[in-house]
Nanobody, 132 residues
């Protein structure tokens, strides 16, 4: 059974940094696409970063240049380095994965589900609060 567990959330002031981690337990077959999503109170879930099996990344306009997604060599852990945090970044952050992923990183990977893919595995989230 595959489980994803996020960690690293917390409270920071505007301009601060955090690094989120997502640890995978259980086996996901073959190539994996990873994504980071967030949901602020009263708002829809937003895909903010994704990485394909070859390591190519894609970001939402709202975070490009401030957030960096990466994975370890074993592809067991996913990371999200968040710099220059703003109050509008306050949300619950979730990692997600697609097994047997043949997709390349483009904006479609920032969506939880399309006609071509569905993120099959989700963590429970970690909360990030940015105060002004």
């Amino acid at each position: 059974q595959v489980e994803l567990a996020e960690s690293g959330g917390g409270s920071v002031q505007t301009g601060g940094s955090l690094q989120l981690s997502c640890a995978r337990s259980g086996d996901i077959k073959r190539r994996i696409c990873w994504g980071w999503f967030r949901q602020a109170p009263g708002k829809e879930r937003e895909g903010i970063a994704a990485i394909d099996p070859d390591g190519t990344t894609v970001y939402a306009d709202s975070v490009v240049g401030r957030f960096t997604v990466s994975q370890d060599v074993a592809k067991i852990n996913l990371y999200l380095k968040m710099d220059s945090l703003q109050p509008e970044d306050t949300a619950m952050y979730y990692c997600a994965a697609i097994g047997s992923c043949s997709l390349a990183a483009d904006s479609s990977l920032l969506r939880a589900q399309t006609t071509r893919h569905t993120y099959n595995y989700w963590g429970r989230g970690t909360r990030v609060t940015v105060s002004s």
